[in-house]
T-cell receptor
Framework: AQKITQTQPGMFVQEKEAVTLDCTYD???????LFWYKQPSSGEMIFLIY??????QNATEGRYSLNFQKARKSANLVISASQLGDSAMYFC????????????FGTGTSLTVIP | DTGVSQDPRHKITKRGQNVTFRCDPI?????LYWYRQTLGQGPEFLTY????????KSRLLSDRFSAERPKGSFSTLEIQRTEQGDSAMYLC????????????FGDGTRLSIL
């Protein structure tokens, strides 16, 4: 079974609008961490935001926020006020203590910001 | 903090040859991870070290792959008898031990098998 599922291969958003990128995960553990990374066309993986499974508040980092719904096992990334530089691949990842703290990545969502 | 450094950036080799990649993590990071990423996919876990100990190894990692981190600093990933299917981007990442710490990635080594 997939540990991380990203169901949106591609998304488009108008500049200055908000966009939500979906992520669902699968784990039987109560303690885990969820991460979002951005990968521009240049290839580097850039850490964006972290949510711990015990965190009661949704994580926020600047224009990025995480809509964490633990019961639904979803951790959607919300990007507000989209900018052209936000065009990139976005990966959701989970650290799973059940498997020795391996990180599992989804297949990614390609975001294109339209001017 | 100079970031995670990987060498070489690109490697082109003939099928059947051995290749070795190097990763220098962020100096205070105890954990070091290797991933493989193919086009259109997310990074796929290969193995990870905590200090010099190799703690986890993916079942997908064949016997042709070996990784070392001899002094708990830099790491090498060797692929023996390369095959066409080994063509991919090989990413290295490092992190502190605490669970809320993100991984910091290098720019990767792109391997092309002729």
């Amino acid at each position: 079974a997939q540990k991380i599922t990203q169901t949106q291969p591609g998304m488009f958003v108008q500049e200055k609008e908000a966009v939500t990128l979906d992520c669902t995960y699968d784990t039987s553990d109560q303690s885990y961490g969820l991460f979002w990374y951005k990968q521009p066309s240049s290839g580097e993986m850039i850490f964006l935001i972290y949510q711990g499974s015990y965190d009661e508040q949704n994580a926020t980092e600047g224009r990025y926020s995480l809509n964490f719904q633990k019961a639904r096992k979803s951790a959607n990334l919300v990007i507000s006020a989209s900018q052209l530089g936000d065009s990139a691949m976005y990966f959701c990842a989970m650290r799973d203590p059940n498997t020795g703290n391996q990180f599992y990545f989804g297949t990614g969502t390609s975001l294109t910001v339209i001017p | 903090d100079t970031g995670v450094s990987q060498d070489p950036r690109h490697k082109i080799t003939k099928r059947g040859q051995n290749v070795t990649f190097r990763c220098d993590p962020i100096s205070e990071h105890n954990r070091l991870y290797w991933y493989r990423q193919t086009l259109g996919q997310g990074p796929e876990f290969l193995t990870y070290f905590q200090n010099e100990a190799q703690l986890e190894k993916s079942r997908l990692l064949s016997d042709r792959f070996s990784a070392e981190r001899p002094k708990g600093s830099f790491s090498t990933l060797e692929i023996q008898r390369t095959e066409q299917g080994d063509s991919a981007m090989y990413l290295c990442a490092s992190s502190l031990v605490a669970g809320n710490q993100p991984q910091h990635f290098g720019d990767g080594t792109r391997l092309s098998i002729l």
